[in-house]
Structure formats: structure tokens, C-alpha cells
């Protein structure tokens, strides 16, 4: 008699922002609208609110992109009511070979959480479930050793601790943001092991001195800071998706070598999140 097979584990693996992505979890906009205003860039939209068929032609172009890279996406069943599912990096996060489930502090996002929970338990993930805090992962930046943690209207200071405790390794860094700005990615991204993009108006000095000491510093501009020019999305191997507006960006990472692959994501923006904000890594090479 054959033994029978124990469920695979699926692994999970991310030491950095920047390692080749291999597998990626997304989530279509079928449902996508400015329903509650809950950031700035919502507020701008607010009127002239979501095009949902531009948006979801879009994403669909964005998955094409990443699949035409060799990069496994998996895409989450979308649920009515919640209008924001199309931004899964805040539902959950991995950082080394550890999988997080977010804690979302916006009524309209709760519920998100239950979607990739169960998809966690389809595919025999297990992973830290952050409690009595708030925390979403546009606001966790893993380098190495290093994870830099955006404390904003969405994370909790309280959230450090519950992640110290479950990395014990690792160098817990909390990054304090301007009330306006949504999520530390909104305004820092690192592209390389020693660069990275940031929007310095956004964060205390001595906090842009303490990254300047460790990176070299891609400044935003103001207009593309708008346009979420910091929420590029490394595939690895220099090369990175971007918008196609965000001219200043582009020629900047270009001049460094890197390859940029520009698609328009604009109407999906208009919701306050861009490339990595749609993209929840599980996977990621050296």
C-alpha cells in the first residue's frame, strides 16, 4: 500500500525589497471605489472617483507584465464590500521565512484579513497572527536583517513589540511618518542593498540621516511623491515597474543602471496605492 503524502508546506521567503520575486499574491478591482475617504490621495479623487474597467485593464496588464517575468501569481477571490482589496500588501507580509497576518485599523479594510488567512490555510502556510495592535504591511520594508516599520495612521507603535518578540534576530527599526502620509512605502523603498527612494519632507531629519547613513538616497519630488514615485516595485535584477509619469523617478533610476518597465496604473492610484501597494511578495530569490 502507497504511504500517503503529507500536505505540502508552501515555503515562504523575503529577506529583502529587491531579491528576484518568484511568487506573488495580487487581487483583481472588480469592486474598487472611493467609498469612505481614507487618505489624501482619496480626497483629491474623491469626485471623480474609480473607472472600474480602467482600473481592472490596468491590473490586467500589470499581471501580464509580472508573468511575463516568470513570476507565479496568485491572484485572491474578490469579495463585494470591500472596496480595497486590490491593495494586498497591507493584509500580510513575510518577512525571512516568516509569514505575518496584518491588522487592519480602517473599518472599511477589516475583513481583508480573512481572505488571505484562509488562503494561508488552503496551502498549509502557517504564519504570526499581529494581535491588540494595528499594523498593514505597506508599512513593513525588510532589508537583510533590518526591518524598517512605518509608525502612521495604520501602525501602531504596539505592533514593534509583538514583531520583536516573533523575530528575535532581527533589528526592529520604527520609522516615524507626517499624519498625511498613508504608509511608509508611500514615501521610502528600498531599490538595492545600498539605495533607495524617499520623499524626505515626510519623515523627521534626524530620521532621513539615520537612512541616509545606511543608503544612497533617491530624492522624490513632490509632484511624483503624489503620484506614489517611491511606490515602485523591484522584481529583482535592477529591474523595476514603475509609472510612466513619474518621469524624474524613471531617469533617476535609469542613470543608476537600473531597467524600468513602465506601466500605467494611474486610475488605480487614484485610491492612494500604486505597484507595491498591489502586490503582496511570498516568494523572493537572492
Known amino acids: 500500500m502507497e504511504a500517503s503524502i503529507p500536505k ?3 515555503k515562504t521567503v523575503c529577506r529583502t525589497e529587491y531579491g528576484a520575486l518568484e511568487k506573488v499574491i495580487l487581487c483583481r478591482p472588480e469592486h474598487m471605489t472611493i467609498k469612505d475617504v481614507i487618505n489624501e ?7 471623480d472617483n ?3 474597467k480602467t482600473a481592472a485593464d490596468q491590473h490586467s496588464r500589470f499581471i501580464e507584465a509580472l508573468r511575463s517575468h516568470n513570476i507565479e501569481v496568485i491572484l485572491l477571490p ?3 464590500g470591500l472596496p480595497e482589496q486590490v491593495f494586498t500588501r497591507d493584509i500580510g507580509f513575510v ?3 516568516k509569514a505575518f497576518l496584518s491588522s487592519m485599523n480602517e473599518p472599511i479594510r477589516q475583513g481583508e484579513e480573512s481572505v488571505i488567512k484562509d488562503f494561508f490555510h488552503s496551502q498549509g502556510i502557517p504564519y504570526t497572527r499581529m494581535l491588540d495592535t494595528s499594523i498593514e504591511g505597506g508599512d513593513v520594508i525588510v532589508d537583510g536583517k533590518i526591518v524598517y516599520v512605518g509608525i502612521s495612521q495604520r501602525t501602531d507603535m504596539s505592533a514593534i513589540g509583538q514583531l520583536e518578540k516573533a523575530l528575535p534576530d532581527y533589528t526592529v527599526v520604527p520609522v516615524h511618518l507626517h499624519e498625511k502620509y498613508l504608509h511608509l512605502d508611500c514615501v521610502f523603498n528600498i531599490v538595492s542593498e545600498n539605495e533607495a527612494l524617499i520623499y524626505p ?3 523627521e531629519p534626524e530620521e532621513v540621516d539615520m537612512l541616509a547613513k545606511r543608503y544612497d538616497l ?4 513632490e509632484d511624483e511623491q503624489f503620484t506614489l514615485g517611491t511606490n515602485v516595485l523591484s522584481i529583482g535584477r535592477k529591474t523595476i515597474i514603475s509609472l ?5 523617478v524613471n531617469q533617476q533610476l535609469s542613470n543608476r543602471g537600473y531597467h524600468i518597465i513602465e506601466i500605467d496604473l494611474t486610475e488605480i492610484i487614484k485610491s492612494g496605492g500604486s505597484f507595491r501597494c498591489c502586490t503582496m511578495p511570498l516568494m523572493r530569490g537572492e
Request: aromatic content about 4%; glycine content about 4%.
Open 8 to 10: 505540502q508546506q508552501h
Open 41 to 47: 490621495t482619496q480626497k483629491h479623487f474623491e469626485d
Open 50 to 52: 474609480i473607472h472600474v
Open 78 to 80: 474578490v469579495r463585494e
Open 95 to 97: 518577512i525571512g521565512e
Open 201 to 203: 519632507q515626510a519623515l
Open 218 to 221: 533617491i530624492e522624490v519630488p
Open 244 to 248: 510612466p509619469c513619474n518621469r524624474h
